[in-house]
């Protein structure tokens, strides 16, 4: 790629000899290739006098491979290879032998130390270390048998001759980067990102629906449990509604998980009782080992909770997907009139009833980004990007000690939901600690303009304010509109990579505020009505009650869509005019002065800790009052912003589903509509026993921003100098 070839051009160092720099041993770079084999006699962990081992190799304080799991064994055979590269055979490999424990933090078995240095190069050796708890040395844990190999790596072994050779000839010598140490562990970073990043590029969906419980283990008093369900593929995490007080749920919950690798995987699922106030009691456990199921069928699965009572009903779904990509700049499907006509006749309106979920197509470059934040004592970054799409998340490589990264790859996805928002996220890469933020864009599908090459200031964590540096997007998007309109009256995908609820006193101030603006909206309408009543304004009062008669004398139901309608005209007469008084900001403006100050910690609150557990009982509370204010007031501005016209092709499609209203009301008589109503009511649950409910309604207000959205997804003004030329294309969207 063309980021490789930049890291594989030739620098010149100019060094003097010294025996330091090169030592009568190979230098550098080691290859240490392992075998984990099996397990013998490893302790137990869980209270079925079994355990759930997996196995984690740590070099330099670092988790370098962790094995798969194997449940409910005290002998597992893993047969698991892995390859390790090494910079100093002197430092021992770590070894930590783990219990699974779904919800719970994972028990320690043992551990062990393989010292490098004992090993003899480039001969396969079988090695068997016995585990050990320093906190208490003289048990039996168990022993783990390994087969490892350690050897040179071949391109360091031509670098060093090279450049023993060259020492003969002057005492100043000329190298490239690529073969000297240094490069070489840069060029392997590189190379070891993008495995990173193909690690990410999942091979199909897992979708489950959660039916019901049977006969589920009463956890209360009053015989009854208040259940829930938790699954685990990985590291992702799903948890279902809590159903009050019953022992056979009604869930009819459906959750879509990502398949990494081809041979599928094992969901965890356990049962819990919600207990207020208390821990969450546990009611049992079982797994769907996915390997033994075929793809694309339904199956559905009466899965008995072992240590527990009773049984879930599910069903699952094996989907083979490719729907996400990368590659480099240089391979750019859009650029291929071929290609983009394929792409174009795939979304076609000729095309509108085949795969409704293929919705669209879109195409990210992520060229360059330019006066990053620098992040490392250097006074430089090691910069890298996230590009996320829902559940679709992909990465670029990493450019090293650079402000000013060229990345130019090309990310593209199938588009599922044309409300999706696509996430670009920049990171400073660190090898001994978690990745440093350094800035992120958020951007509607809808708002995308197609080819144009666009600087986007990056914002912060929190996406209300700027933060250093600019990224430069080049992004299309094609779809169907009519499968885009279908797709709006569907539940929302879930995301499941989402932070943890926190209790925040200016989050908590923030949302009342927003729901008390949203309030305020019906009194004043009341005032004013009641302000007719009382002839305060006798011009107002004599119109408001010629208009009341004439209503409701004409009623009929077909006026109520159209009055919505003529709602809708009026903003967007009021838009078009140059008249838009939509302020979507004025509730948090002082977002990120608030969060900065949350963010400062006082050094004093360690002595608060006994005041602190005493709140805790009610931090769950507050939390989800929290939450209750956030919904409320997102409800309220989502309808409001329907009718201002905040993303026209939400409001272009309420005028059409009003007309559509507005001619059924006006031609069919109310009783014929209520009929039918009624007995799809009753006769649903009859020809789909397993259909998930959903209000078309809430999920297109699902749809709209609110007025904290818009302000996340509001794009700041950009530097001049750093406006970048433009290319246009047509959006056939």
């Given at each position: ?16 000899p ?44 670092k ?118 140490g ?15 990043r ?28 208040d ?16 159903m ?33 106030g ?52 240089s ?31 879109l ?18 970054s ?12 992909l ?32 990171y ?33 964590k ?21 499968k ?13 990579i989402?932070?943890?609820n ?6 908590l ?23 007719c ?51 979507h ?24 800790k006994?005041?602190m ?5 009610i ?37 059409v ?18 009929l039918?109503w ?30 904290v ?11 001049p ?13």
């Amino acid at each position: 790629s063309k980021s490789e070839n930049e890291c594989n051009q030739k620098v010149r160092f100019s060094v003097g000899p010294s025996n330091a720099d090169f030592p009568s041993g190979d230098p550098g770079m080691y290859q240490l290739d392992i075998t984990l084999r099996r397990g013998q006699n490893l302790a137990a962990r869980d209270r079925g006098g079994t355990s759930d081992p997996y196995v984690k190799f740590k070099l330099g304080g670092k988790e370098v491979f962790r094995s798969k799991t194997i449940h409910k064994n005290l002998n597992p055979v893993w047969e698991e290879k892995t390859c390790i590269l090494i910079d100093n055979p002197r430092e021992p490999l770590y070894i930590k032998v783990f219990d699974y424990d779904f919800g719970l933090q994972d028990d320690f078995i043992g551990s062990a130390f393989l010292n490098l240095a004992s090993l003899e190069l480039n001969r396969q050796t079988d090695v068997t270390l016995s585990l050990k708890d320093p906190h208490y040395p003289d048990h039996d844990l168990g022993n783990i048998l390994l087969s490892v190999l350690l050897a040179p790596r071949e391109e360091q072994r031509e670098a060093t001759m090279l450049m023993r050779k060259s020492w003969k000839r002057s005492s100043k010598v000329t190298f490239s980067m690529w073969s000297s140490g240094i490069s070489c562990r840069r060029t392997l970073i590189l190379r070891l990102s993008d495995l990173h990043r193909k690690s990410q590029l999942w091979r199909g969906i897992v979708s489950i629906t959660l039916i019901e419980g049977r006969e589920l283990k009463a956890m209360d008093a009053n015989g009854l449990s208040d259940p829930y369900v938790k699954f685990r593929l990985g590291h992702q995490k799903y948890k279902s509604k809590i159903m009050p007080k019953t022992l056979n749920p009604q869930w009819r919950e459906q959750f879509d998980f990502h398949l990494y690798e081809e041979r599928g995987g094992i969901i965890d699922i356990t049962v819990w009782d919600k207990d207020a106030g208390k821990k969450d009691d546990f009611i049992g456990r079982c797994q769907v080992d996915l390997s033994t199921l075929s793809k694309e069928q339904t199956h559905k699965l009466e899965m008995p909770l072992e240590e527990g009572e009773g049984c879930l009903v599910l069903l699952v779904t094996l989907t083979a997907s490719a729907a996400v990509t990368i590659s480099d700049l240089s391979v750019n499907s859009l650029e291929d009139p071929k290609e983009r006509e394929e792409i174009l006749k795939r979304y076609s309106p000729m095309r509108m009833f085949q795969n409704m979920k293929d919705v669209g197509f879109l195409q990210v470059k992520v060229i360059r980004a330019e006066a990053l934040m620098a992040a490392d004592v250097t006074g430089k970054s090691d910069p890298f990007c996230v590009v996320e799409l829902n559940n679709d998340r992909l990465l670029t490589h990493t450019v090293y000690k650079n402000l000013n990264p060229e990345w130019n790859k090309i990310f593209t996805f199938n588009v599922k939901d044309i409300h999706s928002v696509l996430e670009v996220t920049v990171y400073d890469e660190d090898r001994d600690r978690s990745a440093d933020f350094l800035g992120k864009v958020a951007i509607p599908l809808l708002s995308i303009q197609n080819g144009e090459q666009k600087a986007y200031v990056l914002k912060n964590k929190q996406l209300t304010g700027p933060t250093k540096g600019v990224i430069y997007l080049e992004i299309d998007v094609i779809f169907n509109a009519v499968k885009a309109s279908v797709r709006t009256l569907m539940p929302k995908e879930q995301k499941y990579i989402e932070e943890e609820n926190r209790l925040s006193k200016q989050l908590l101030l923030r949302n009342f505020i927003r729901m008390k603006r949203c309030v305020m909206v019906l009194i004043n309408a009341a005032y004013y009505i009641n302000s007719c009543f009382d002839w305060d304004s006798p011009p107002r009062s004599l119109a408001a009650f010629l208009l009341f008669l004439f209503v409701v004398w004409n009623f009929e139901l077909y006026m109520i869509p159209l009055a919505l309608l003529l709602l809708l005209a009026w903003n967007y007469f009021l838009i078009i005019s140059g008249k838009d008084n939509r302020q979507h900001d004025t509730v948090v403006e002082d977002m990120l002065e608030d969060e900065e100050e949350e963010d400062d910690r006082d050094d004093k609150d360690s002595e608060k800790k006994g005041f602190m557990d005493k709140l805790y009982a009610i931090q769950e509370v507050c939390v989800s009052v929290q939450n209750i204010l956030d919904e409320v007031a997102s409800f309220g501005e989502r309808i409001k912003n329907t009718f201002n016209w905040t993303v026209p092709f939400l409001s272009w499609l309420a005028i059409v589903a009003l007309c559509v209203f507005t001619v059924i009301l006006y031609f069919i008589p109310l009783r014929y509509i209520v009929l039918v109503w009624g007995i799809n009511k009753f006769t649903k649950k009859l020809r789909s026993p397993y259909a998930i409910d959903n209000n078309e309604l809430l999920d297109f207000l699902s749809r709209v921003p609110s007025d904290v959205q818009v302000v996340q997804y509001h794009e700041l003004k950009q530097d001049p100098s750093h406006s970048p030329s433009k290319r246009k294309k047509n959006n056939p969207g």
